[in-house]
């Protein structure tokens, strides 16, 4: 019998880096020119199937990127398996605000969680701030994954989410993986503890 | 197959997972099952895409803790992927007598088993699940998979006849419920909710969730708000008028006595009512004589004027409900009276005070046990419109079960009778009467409550006429499950009555003070002090029992214990017992019924038992339904919200809420004064959709203390456009607080969209601090006004002014020229506005811009009215608690001021100010005795603030005496 795991994914970054653009092409192979920003937290899903036998299906919380409602964002990351940090390559200052993101994270989230560090609108390199190397770079010092991607094209979306799944520990048995299990079906009182410490599989090196 | 799978996972919630897939079948409509080796037409049938099923195995498990349940779903084909819910034909929840049988199919064509070369087909049977489906007939070619399906089935089967015991069932297939209901049903109209649920807000009503969307039962919310909705929009759009019914409850605890006296005034039977005064000796009255006003000449020594307006005569009650107490002694240890001789006799004694209206009444219904007697009498001209009256009772006396206490309690539904002959019958309203003695004695408080919460629980009222629907607990059931019992609370109106045997936690001596002042004048304000001290009234705000009733002001003196013989003091009240309101009328009601108090009286002229008859009169307002119109209406409600409470996620792109404006500003707000803001919700989506507020995390609130949100929670169509209102306020709690910490207010408020998104709003205010709500020490370190303080500059300890300015500015003006004295602090009529100016300047340090005027009343009461605020709102009262114990104790003005020495020293300084000031105005007055005790009543309960603590508030009250008067 072919196996599904389910992870919960929380997307970060500064606000207009790109993450509901980016969400919206992976999860509906859209674009939109003009977007709201987004104020809130938005909810979405979408399966990766890695085999035959392997489907991963994420539950992305794609956040409000606004300074003031960083204090929120928390709430949103808890029992993260893994988060997607954005920056734009045509502005430096968001790559310094993705460090801190990362910083938070390394601090506060799940000591497994999956880090992933993604430049978007790589379309627009010709008004790039923020080179290859040093993004590269970083993402190694802190052991991330890392990836530049263009939500307008489409290029490198689909193929950072596919790395993320292959990255993520598939040992756990199937029933014990529903990381964000119960936002549609669940009831009340659903221990979250309980489920992230029965995943003996997930290694503590993202590296 | 791996594709297949997938697109039946997307289509599943992420609690439940894929444990078997199996293609199949369906035979066609007109075969029969009885004839199982009937074979297939021809290939055409296996292809046509129509007859493809696949089956599913799903399993789901809560959590780690609770075992798995698993059902098989039959799905329709599809040609790629994309299932959606109404693709699921079938779901079989696999337990019970759930079974899956199979059989060779023998291959008759001979074109078949050319074209497939597998065993051939194979016949399955589904049995069992919910309770009305038919057995399924399937056929297969994949015998592999049906092999892995059978030994799914086969494993789930088991672990549902055989639940691992460390793993209880904590679900029971309610996980089903968004696959198998397409929707879940339309709410049952006319069948009353719990009154508990229905009178607590429908937001808190909602599952636990909170910010992430970690927890919360979406589609459960969803369900409750739109039912909540339907219900509340039928009432709004089918109301043809409203009915009322005046209702009159007596409660009466007997003492085993038979009936002696006329009962007329407590029926609301006597034209003249009596004052409470000198209590008229007992006058043996038989019960069976009419005599035209029995106990006039005992009463009329006492009776002042009779006070007019009473309703009683003008509009006779439809319905008069009794409860009796202490009915039958001698047979306290039994468990059911044994004759029906004492109930016939006060039964007789009910109509013959009546008196000529005695023949306009029958008996609807009666129920005893031991002692406990209810009588429901109904005007004869209405008896048509009470049907299902149904009794209990339940006794929790003597080994929790004997009848010496307990409860009787009737049941009855009424309906408005329909104005035309041939008009459609109108939906009832279910009432409820509880007739209840609870345990004794001063100190039972606990054995009290808990003799409500098992009366609650043991009231039960049976629906045993099998017939479904007439005989069932709802008031016109048809479409609502026939429940074997229901309780006293499941109904639109709940009276609960009796010798609820609650006393008075303040020292004996105190209550007949009080009592004795409270006849001669001010009944209503003295009675009043009393109250917090009450144990019936503390219960219910600790919400220990009785939480969900209302009570009706008591104005009358307490109903026991009198004592005929030696031992009783002036007023008649037994020396050994503390009096106490033990005899009480409690009622309540969900939106349904609105319930109108119009009296709640005693009767101390009833003097045949240790107790005094209570009485309390109702008019109940019930919306007319016609049953037929409001279920077509709840229908097309229904049919209106579709989309609303469909589970699946992929469907949120189509719920889709716009918040008008997600920074809200609410400007300065200060102490006593509210700012409110509306923020507008647009449904920009396609479908119906509800919003509700949740809370950052599990622990908090979901708004600050200084915000309230109203709706909480709301249902907003598609381009509906609905508003929230945000009033920000801040009382002496949140003032206490921010006082003291940052000014600048700001919050976000999580709008969950119920199945789809959270929004975010962000709410900032600026603080304007107060001098109100602060440490009598911090106010004596201020520099100046409060509102000029810079962060951290408190003067020094050392450097501390006398007393606050802000009181003494208070006392100054009132000691000013030219002020009349005369009705500041009794008159309870201030005027807001002015109050709102004076503590403005207070915490500004503006002069006040009132100059005096000896003929202006308004603003010598604001300003008395501020001074009892400012005081009381002190974070700690002037007299340390510490020492009330103390102050009721001393004896002369001497050791008064003696413990002067012991108070802090800026509380001194307000102290004297305060009491010199007051004594100014005591002797001022016409009689300075009479006004220094009235000024002691006010101003005793702010110096010396604190129930808690069981001082004697009359001592708290002569400690103030010794300085003003």
Not at chain 1, 82 to 94: Q, R
Not at chain 2, 31 to 38: E, G, I, L, V, W
Not at chain 2, 432 to 453: G, K
Request: charge should be negative; aromatic fraction near 6%; proline fraction near 6%.
């Amino acid at each position: 019998m072919s196996k599904q795991f389910q992870f919960k994914l929380v997307l970060l970054g500064e606000s207009a880096v790109g993450k509901s653009s980016l969400v919206l092409r992976f999860v509906k192979d859209q674009f939109d020119d003009y977007r709201e920003s987004t104020i809130g937290a938005a909810f979405l899903t979408q399966t990766v199937t890695l085999d035959d036998q392997t489907t991963v299906k994420f539950e992305i919380w794609d956040t409000a990127g606004q300074e003031r409602y960083k204090s929120l964002a928390p709430m949103y990351y808890r029992n993260a398996n893994c988060a997607v940090v954005l920056y734009d390559i045509t502005s430096s200052a968001t790559l310094e605000k993705a460090r801190t993101w990362i910083r938070e994270l390394q601090r506060q989230a799940d000591p497994s969680i999956v880090i992933a560090l993604c430049g978007n609108k790589s379309d627009l390199a010709a008004r790039r701030q923020v080179s290859e190397e040093e993004a590269k770079k970083y993402a190694e010092e802190e052991g991330l994954m890392w990836a530049e991607t263009s939500a307008k094209s489409g290029e490198g979306v689909s193929e950072i989410f596919t790395a993320i799944a292959k990255k993520l520990p598939l040992t756990a048995p199937p029933t014990s993986s529903r990381a964000g299990a119960g936002r549609a079906a669940g009831r009340a009182g659903v221990d979250l503890n309980k489920q992230a410490s029965a995943q003996p599989g997930q290694d503590a090196c993202n590296c | 197959m791996a594709a297949l799978e997938n697109s039946i996972r997307a289509l599943l919630r992420p609690s439940d997972e894929v444990k078997a897939v199996l293609e199949a079948l369906a035979l066609p409509a007109a075969t029969d099952p009885a004839a199982p080796d009937q074979p297939l037409d021809s290939p055409s049938q296996i292809d046509d895409r129509r007859n493809k099923r696949i089956l599913v195995v799903v399993s789901h498990s809560e959590s780690l803790d609770t075992h798995e349940e698993g059902s098989v779903f039959v799905l329709k084909a599809k040609p790629a992927g994309a299932f959606d819910q109404a693709d699921i034909l079938r779901v079989f929840p696999i337990f019970g007598d759930f079974s899956v049988a199979v059989a060779q199919v023998p291959p008759v064509s001979s074109e078949l088993s050319a074209a497939q070369s597998s065993p051939g087909l194979l016949m399955l049977t589904i049995t069992g699940g919910l309770e009305s489906q038919k057995l399924l007939i399937l056929r297969t070619l994949h015998a592999e998979s049906l092999r892995v399906l059978l030994a799914e089935c086969k494993r789930l089967k088991d672990l549902a006849d055989a639940p691992p015991e460390a793993a209880p069932s904590l679900t029971t297939f309610s996980w089903l419920a968004p696959y198998t209901a397409r929707r879940a049903p339309l709410p049952a109209l006319f069948t009353p909710e719990d009154l508990r649920t229905a009178r607590t807000p429908l937001h808190a009503r909602l599952s636990a969730a909170f910010a992430g969307g970690d927890a919360g039962d979406d589609f459960a919310d969803a369900v409750r708000i739109r039912d909540h909705w339907i219900r509340a929009r039928v009432r709004e759009s089918c109301k043809a008028g409203a009915a009322k019914l005046r209702i009159r409850t007596g409660t009466f605890n007997v003492n085993g006595n038979l009936p002696s006296q006329d009962l007329a005034s407590w029926l609301g039977r006597s034209s003249q009512r009596v004052r409470e005064t000198v209590l008229p000796p007992l006058k043996e009255v038989s019960p069976f004589s009419v005599p035209e006003d029995p106990f006039e000449s005992a009463a009329e020594k006492a009776a002042l004027p009779a006070e007019t307006g009473t309703p009683a005569d003008d509009a006779a009650p439809d319905l008069i409900v009794l409860g009796f107490q202490e009915l039958d002694l001698s047979a306290e240890a039994l468990l059911y009276a044994s004759s029906t001789a004492r109930s016939d006799a006060w039964a007789e004694a009910v109509f013959a005070a009546l008196g000529e209206r005695g023949g306009e009444y029958e008996m609807l219904a009666s129920k005893q046990l031991v002692g406990m007697l209810m009588l429901v009498l109904v005007k004869t001209t209405m008896r048509a419109a009470f049907t299902d009256v149904r009794t209990c009772a339940a006794g929790t006396g003597i080994m929790g079960l004997m009848g010496n206490k307990g409860g009787t309690a009737v049941r009855l539904v009424f309906t408005p009778p329909t104005e035309k002959a041939d008009a459609q019958p109108n939906a009832g309203t279910v009432l409820t009467f509880v007739n209840a003695h609870l345990a004794a004695f001063d100190e039972m408080v606990e054995r009290r409550n808990a003799d409500f919460h098992e009366l609650v629980r043991r009231l039960r009222f049976t629906f045993s006429d099998a017939g479904a629907g007439a005989g069932a607990p709802p008031a016109k059931g048809q479409t609502v499950p026939v429940a074997v019992t229901c309780g006293v609370f499941e109904s639109d109106a709940v009276f609960w009555m009796g010798d609820l045997n609650y006393r008075i936690d303040v020292p004996d001596a105190d209550v007949r003070v009080v009592l004795v002042e409270a006849l001669a004048d001010e009944r209503e304000t003295r009675l009043e002090a009393l109250m917090p001290y009450d144990q019936l009234k503390t219960v219910m705000r600790a919400g220990k029992a009785f939480d969900m009733f209302d009570e009706g002001r008591i104005t009358h003196l307490p109903t026991y214990r009198f004592n005929a013989g030696l031992l009783q003091d002036d007023l008649g009240y037994d020396l050994k017992r503390r009096p106490a309101w033990t005899d009480r009328v409690l009622y309540a009601a969900s939106d349904a019924a609105r319930i109108e108090q119009l009296s709640y009286e005693g009767y101390p002229q009833i003097t045949m038992s240790d107790h005094r008859p209570v009485s309390a009169e109702f008019v109940v307002e019930m919306d007319v339904l016609e049953c037929a119109a409001a279920e077509a209406a709840a229908r097309r409600l229904y049919a209106q919200l579709r989309g609303l409470e469909d589970a699946h996620e992929d469907t949120n792109a189509r719920i889709n809420l716009k918040i008008m404006d997600p920074a809200v500003g609410m400007g300065s707000i200060s102490y006593g004064k509210s700012a409110s803001r509306r923020v507008g919700i647009k449904n920009v989506g396609k479908v119906p959709c509800a919003y509700r507020l949740v809370p950052v995390d599990g622990e908090g609130a979901a708004h600050p203390d200084w915000l309230k949100v109203e709706p909480m929670t709301a249902l907003i169509l598609p381009d509906e456009l609905a508003y929230m209102t945000l009033t920000a306020s801040i009382d002496n709690s949140a003032a206490a607080r921010l006082n003291v910490g940052p000014k600048e207010l700001e919050c976000t408020l999580i709008l969950h969209t119920v199945m789809g998104k959270d929004h975010f709003i962000a709410v900032t205010a600026e603080y304007m601090p107060t001098c109100f709500a602060n440490s009598l020490t911090r106010l004596t370190r201020l520099p100046g006004p409060i509102r000029e303080l810079g962060s951290g500059d408190l003067l020094a300890e050392d450097r501390a002014i006398n007393a606050p300015r802000e009181i003494m500015r208070l006392v100054n003006w009132l000691m000013g020229p030219d002020i009349l004295l005369h009705n500041v602090f009794v008159s309870d009529e201030a005027d807001e506005a002015i109050i709102d100016t004076i503590r403005e300047c207070l915490d500004s340090g503006a002069d006040f811009p009132f100059s005096p005027d000896a003929k202006d009343e308004s603003r010598p009461i604001a300003f008395g009215e501020t001074l009892l605020c400012l005081l009381g709102s002190l974070t700690e009262p002037i007299v340390p608690s510490a020492l009330h114990a103390r102050c009721v104790e001393v004896t002369s003005r001497d050791e008064a001021f003696e413990m002067l020495d012991e108070f802090p020293p800026a509380a001194v300084n307000v102290w004297i100010s305060v009491t010199a000031f007051l004594h100014f105005v005591c002797q001022s007055a016409a009689n300075p005795e009479a006004k220094a005790k009235r000024i002691a009543g006010v101003f005793a309960p702010v110096l010396l603030q604190g129930t808690a603590n069981a001082v004697s508030p009359v001592g708290r009250r002569n400690f103030l005496l010794y300085f003003i008067s």
